[in-house]
């Protein structure tokens, strides 16, 4: 083999190389991707069964409900659209009903979101950029909370 075919044969091997490594990198990256999505956003995008996103909001006044078996539900709203909600475990100590929650997990049957995660704000000014964001954009952000 002459030294320009062997030359030739380094550099296409080592383009196959980088070009699957890319790939390995991309499929990763997208199988840790989580979206977030207002409670809007999920009813308007019609987000698939299964699909792990994030849905933020507010807590629904009066919607918490602790069942026997550590799972309570809620529903988040961003003051147009309603998504309930389903978590298993202890709840964060700041959550409370009418303040602002990040929640992830998957879209289950009869499209309950089913947590796996629940995000509670940090203090009595903190909103999630997230859910300031879905706000404004449903035309309910009163502006008090920095952004």
Aim: proline fraction near 5%; glycine fraction near 8%; charged fraction near 25%.
């Amino acid at each position: 083999m002459k030294r320009k075919h062997r030359r030739l044969l380094v550099v296409a091997l080592a383009m196959l190389a980088l070009a699957s490594a890319t790939g390995l990198v991309l499929a990763a990256f997208s199988d840790n991707l989580v979206f977030f999505y207002s409670p809007s956003d999920v009813v308007a995008k019609d987000v698939p069964e299964g699909r792990r996103i994030r849905v933020g909001g507010l807590v629904e006044e009066g919607s918490l409900q602790r069942l026997d078996d550590r799972s309570v539900t809620f529903r988040v709203t961003d003051l147009a659209t309603v998504v309930p909600v389903v978590y298993r475990g202890q709840l964060p100590d700041l959550f409370r009903e009418g303040q602002g929650v990040v929640t992830e997990g998957t879209i289950g049957a009869g499209r309950v979101f089913q947590a796996s995660t629940v995000l509670a704000k940090h203090d009595e000014t903190y909103m999630p950029p997230e859910v300031a964001e879905s706000l404004k954009k449903a035309g309910h952000w009163n502006g008090s909370a920095p952004k």
